[in-house]
């Protein structure tokens, strides 16, 4: 049971920082609306009715729906199996399951209960809004950082073992 504490503890503290940082958006930040807070970074509210990059978004919601419940069981299931074969020394995979558990969570929570995810980070390429990064959140940060970071663990920093 202790293998999964590091997994519980990351993934609900992504949890409560996304469904947080969406709150706030939503409460002081109009739809569509955008607030500049760098030459590169906006936070513009918008809601993503699919997943990454608005894809599914044109599906009839009972599919969508039922899709995210087939990925979100799946997902759930393959953490909690790859963090039960992990060793004493496998903090980095525990702790990278934890943000892609999180992150998944997190986007759940939005689709189950709003049919829609907001997203609020914006990205642009400086003094050019026509150049920018697609809109996400907290949730798919974490989810991307862990990927990366489980990435960086197999590949790389194995690589001398």
């Given at each position: 049971?202790?293998?999964?504490?590091?997994?519980?503890?990351?993934?609900?503290?992504?949890?409560?920082?996304?469904?947080?940082?969406?709150?706030?958006?939503?409460?002081?930040?109009?739809?569509?609306?955008?607030?500049?807070?760098?030459?590169?970074?906006d936070i513009?509210?918008?809601?993503?009715?699919?997943?990454?990059?608005?894809?599914?978004?044109?599906?009839?919601?009972?599919?969508?729906?039922?899709?995210?419940?087939?990925?979100?069981?799946?997902?759930?299931?393959?953490?909690?199996?790859?963090?039960?074969?992990?060793?004493?020394?496998?903090?980095?995979?525990?702790?990278?399951?934890?943000?892609?558990?999180?992150?998944?969570?997190?986007?759940?929570?939005?689709?189950?209960?709003?049919?829609?995810?907001?997203?609020?980070?914006?990205?642009?390429?400086?003094?050019?809004?026509?150049?920018?990064?697609?809109?996400?959140?907290?949730?798919?940060?974490?989810?991307?950082?862990?990927?990366?970071?489980?990435?960086?663990?197999?590949?790389?920093?194995?690589?001398?073992t």
């Amino acid at each position: 049971m202790r293998k999964y504490r590091t997994l519980i503890i990351v993934s609900a503290i992504v949890v409560i920082l996304d469904q947080l940082s969406k709150w706030l958006t939503v409460k002081y930040i109009p739809l569509y609306d955008k607030v500049a807070l760098l030459p590169f970074l906006d936070i513009t509210h918008v809601r993503n009715p699919g997943a990454a990059f608005g894809i599914f978004s044109n599906l009839p919601e009972t599919l969508r729906l039922g899709l995210f419940v087939i990925v979100l069981i799946t997902a759930v299931i393959v953490i909690f199996y790859f963090v039960k074969k992990t060793g004493p020394q496998d903090n980095l995979l525990r702790f990278s399951l934890g943000l892609i558990l999180g992150g998944a969570v997190g986007n759940s929570i939005d689709r189950f209960s709003l049919r829609y995810v907001t997203d609020f980070i914006g990205f642009h390429w400086f003094g050019d809004p026509a150049l920018y990064w697609p809109p996400f959140n907290i949730a798919d940060s974490a989810i991307t950082i862990g990927v990366i970071l489980i990435l960086f663990d197999t590949f790389i920093s194995k690589r001398g073992t």
